[in-house]
Antibody, heavy 121, light 107 residues
Framework: QLQLVESGGGVVQPGRSLRLSCAVS????????MHWVRQAPGKGLEWVAM????????YYADSVKGRFTISRDNSKNTLFLQMNSLRAEDTAVYYC??????????????WGQGTLVTVSS | DIQMTQSPSSLSASVGDRVTITCRAS??????LSWFAQKPGKAPKLLIY???TLQTGVPSRFSGSGSGTDFTLTISNLQPEDFATYYC??????????FGQGTKLEI
């Protein structure tokens, strides 16, 4: 069945980097746009980034622009989020989510279980 | 950027009640509005998309309506499993695809 499994979270010091992965199975990954969404402890959902099905276009929230990079490896059915210059306010559970569209978003229909990133000294 | 404002932020109700949650966009989003439910420690679950289309497997007691900038999620005959936090999200045009701040539905 369809699965999205995030990994790579952990505790990291401010200013350092971390790379999240989202391994997918059960659908043709290369034909879907993908998103990262995060949720700080006790807070609401925040859209973080999106990448088109072929990786040709990426979009970011202002809060992460210039620090985070979304990418994908369609040959390995894996989505990535490279997070640099991490700040305390980046502490959150990070979810990957599938879009039903291959380019501009339509709806986020399947989500992973999330991976926790804690930025702390 | 389009801002999404939900109300109320929290809501108390009983099993069997009918409740309505409102989501307002800062500009017209042409019906590109989704609703999600999230339970503690779990990923969000898509309930409704394109304002009023029920995601496969979602019970018919959930319904959505609206147009332009104003949208509502209605849950009829509340069931114990419906107590959760609900979020709206727009997917209109270009990113960022903002979420509302959430509505916590409590017993």
């Amino acid at each position: 069945q369809l699965q999205l499994v995030e990994s790579g979270g952990g505790v990291v010091q401010p200013g350092r980097s971390l790379r999240l992965s989202c391994a997918v199975s059960g659908f043709t990954f290369s034909t879907y746009a993908m998103h990262w969404v995060r949720q700080a402890p006790g807070k609401g959902l925040e859209w973080v980034a999106m990448i088109w099905y072929d990786g040709t276009n990426e979009y970011y929230a202002d809060s992460v622009k210039g620090r985070f990079t979304i990418s994908r490896d369609n040959s390995k059915n894996t989505l990535f989020l490279q997070m640099n210059s991490l700040r305390a306010e980046d502490t959150a559970v990070y979810y990957c989510a599938r879009d039903t569209s291959n380019t501009w978003s339509s709806r986020l229909d399947y989500w992973g279980q999330g991976t926790l990133v804690t930025v702390s000294s | 950027d389009i801002q999404m404002t939900q109300s109320p932020s929290s809501l108390s109700a009983s099993v069997g009640d009918r409740v309505t949650i409102t989501c307002r966009a800062s500009q017209s989003i042409a019906g590109y509005l989704s609703w999600f439910a999230q339970k503690p420690g779990k990923a969000p679950k898509l309930l409704i998309y394109a304002t009023a289309t029920l995601q496969t497997g979602v019970p018919s007691r959930f319904s959505g309506s609206g147009s332009g900038t104003d949208f509502t999620l209605t849950i009829s005959n509340l069931q114990p499993e419906d107590f959760a936090t609900y979020y709206c999200q727009h997917t209109y045009s270009t990113p960022p695809y903002t979420f509302g701040q959430g509505t916590k539905l409590e017993i």
